[in-house]
């Protein structure tokens, strides 16, 4: 099993230090030394005041925040966790991600979704309605531009003649993409691509992120199995994030979490997130050797 860390000012109550340089440093670092496989980033650019005090997160800039971690690691992976794809022109992401790959030595990874916050929609201008539309249309475009070959482009949405980026990402075709979501057309586009990102969580949670529930492990078992099925053979990254992903934060024995690991490995699951404490930068450090020491082999 692999762990990603997802950076922790998505805990209500963060430590300002964990959004300085030094803070952010620290943290980077500590992820990398103990053996974390990758560090990701949420994307909340323009959420309403509404969403934040019904228990919604801050978040950084996505990109801004990769790149500064590039520079103060060396192996650790970069993750977008997720980009919701619809509130960006796709040339522009497309650009910003290259850029990313290129200065980490093709340590991005992205995972990308369709989005749910209908107020943040519509700040940036984009239409919810047509979010999916938008998402197939935006992939296709940064597949097309990460392919390092002049690009022509004509869709509903975008277009381009000719056009080419460079430089290009490090990694060929561009970084991995996985998929979230739990629908079954996020199932659908995770077999097209390079993975698939799904969250756990009872069908009441999920009304909230606009996404079918999974409740139970078997459930996913059998979701993964289909998402496998569909890719014919294709290699795939399974990252599922469930309630033990704040397995930091709230009590849970070590042996009832080394069984939730061990079922979800069973379940073809390759990584799992977790959320560090994030009320100090100590703590959230302290936390992340901790757990290492007892769950990273």
């Not at 950084?60 to 619809?86: E, H, K, N």
């Not at 850029?99 to 340590?107: A, F, K, N, P, Y």
């Not at 739990?182 to 606009?210: C, D, F, H, I």
Request: glycine share 8%; aromatic share 6%.
């Amino acid at each position: 099993m692999k762990f990603t860390v997802d950076y922790p000012i998505v805990n209500a109550g963060y430590d300002p230090a964990l959004v300085t340089a030094a803070g952010l440093t620290r943290v980077a670092r500590a992820v990398e030394e103990h053996g974390y496989d990758a560090l990701s980033f949420s994307e909340h650019p323009a959420p309403s005041a509404k969403w934040l005090a019904a228990g919604g997160h801050e978040s950084l800039d996505q990109t801004s925040a990769l790149a500064f971690c590039a520079a103060v690691t060396s192996r650790v992976r970069l993750m977008t966790y997720l980009l919701v794809l619809p509130y960006h022109n796709p040339f522009l992401a497309a650009k910003a991600l290259s850029t990313v790959d290129l200065l980490s030595g093709g340590r991005l990874t992205v995972v990308a979704g369709t989005g749910y916050l209908r107020s943040e929609f519509l700040a940036l201008g984009v239409d919810i309605e047509q979010r999916n539309e938008i998402f197939d249309e935006s992939l296709e475009v940064l597949r097309g531009v990460w392919a390092g070959e002049p690009f022509t482009h004509q869709g509903r949405h975008f277009s381009a003649r000719g056009l080419v980026s460079l430089p290009g990402p490090v990694q060929p075709g561009g970084p991995p993409v996985l998929i979230g979501g739990n629908s079954a057309l996020a199932r659908k586009r995770a077999a097209a691509n390079q993975g698939w990102s799904p969250l756990l969580v009872s069908p009441e949670v999920a009304k909230t992120s606009r996404t079918p529930g999974i409740a139970t492990i078997a459930e996913l078992a059998a979701r993964i199995k289909e998402v496998r099925a569909a890719a014919s053979g294709s290699p795939l990254i399974i990252q599922a994030h469930t309630p033990q992903t704040s397995v930091m934060t709230r009590p849970v024995s070590p042996e009832e979490h080394r069984d939730h690991l061990g079922q979800l490995a069973a379940a073809g699951v390759d990584s799992f997130v977790l959320r560090p404490p994030g009320d100090s930068v100590d703590h959230t450090v302290e936390a992340l050797a901790q757990y290492a020491q007892s769950f990273i082999s």
